[in-house]
């Protein structure tokens, strides 16, 4: 019963590259959600998708970022022209509804950008 | 809208019990609790939600008072795995969880 699974877990990135970051669910769950994480600090909502479907991206930056969860396959977080205050932890969780349902977190992907 | 959390910090003797309070300025629809410890994701704890009806840990409970818009958590006889820090989480009604300041709880032999 794998939990939720992100990859690569860490990722060097030269400034005006892309970051490419891969997030698949746990078993069942259809509902993901994108958190960024930087040192010393909580947790910041970014986005929230379900299968083909973006239902909330109040917190995902308006240029550069993108997300997406595709029919089949891993959700995706993309960040084009990656800038040093990129640099953090992405986490990816899932859960199996909307509602006021627990998340379950994958381990994140530690984004350095040189 | 950020819910603040107190203390900031507490280290606490293996054995000694604490708590942890998360207060909104916004009405809550549920509040979830989660520890994270360095370099690991946040892991559930419980969640509380409006109208009473609670989820979670055996060994942790917590409390949810609506009308002040306030949880907390209580850690009773502390082990060295409590060591983290802790987030409470508010739901204001959507899918969206915000994560409150935290609170780093240090156990200690």
């Known amino acids: 019963n794998a939990g939720v699974m992100q990859n690569p877990r860490h990722l060097v990135r030269r400034r005006g590259q892309e970051a490419r970051l891969r997030c698949s669910p746990m078993?069942?769950?259809?509902?993901v959600y994108w958190y960024r994480q930087l040192p010393e600090e909580g947790l910041k909502f970014m986005v929230y998708?379900?299968?083909?479907?973006?239902?909330?991206e109040s917190g995902m930056p308006k240029e550069r970022f993108s997300a997406e969860f595709p029919k089949e396959g891993p959700s995706i977080l993309r960040i084009q022209q990656v800038v040093r205050g990129d640099s953090a932890a992405y986490f990816c969780?899932?859960?199996?509804?909307?509602?006021?349902?627990?998340?379950?977190f994958g381990p994140g992907t530690r984004l350095t950008v040189t | 809208q950020q819910p603040v959390q107190s203390p900031q910090a507490v280290i606490l003797r293996e054995g000694e019990d604490a708590v942890i309070n998360c207060s909104s300025s916004?009405?809550?629809?549920?509040v979830h609790w989660y520890r994270q410890k360095h370099g690991e994701a946040p892991i559930f704890l419980m969640i509380?939600?409006?109208?009473?009806e609670q989820k979670g840990h055996d060994k942790i409970s917590a409390s949810f008072n609506e009308k002040k818009q306030q949880s907390s958590l209580y850690l009773t006889a502390s082990q060295l795995s409590y060591s983290g820090t802790y987030f409470c989480?508010?739901?204001?009604?959507?899918?969206?969880?915000?994560f409150g300041t935290g609170t780093r709880l240090t156990i200690i032999p």
């Open positions: 969780a899932s859960s199996p509804d909307r509602g006021p349902y627990e998340q379950y």
């Open positions: 078993k069942g769950h259809s509902h």
């Open positions: 998708l379900q299968k083909e479907n973006i239902i909330d």
């Open positions: 916004k009405a809550l629809y549920s």
């Open positions: 509380l939600l409006k109208g009473g």
């Open positions: 989480i508010a739901n204001f009604g959507n899918e969206k969880l915000t």
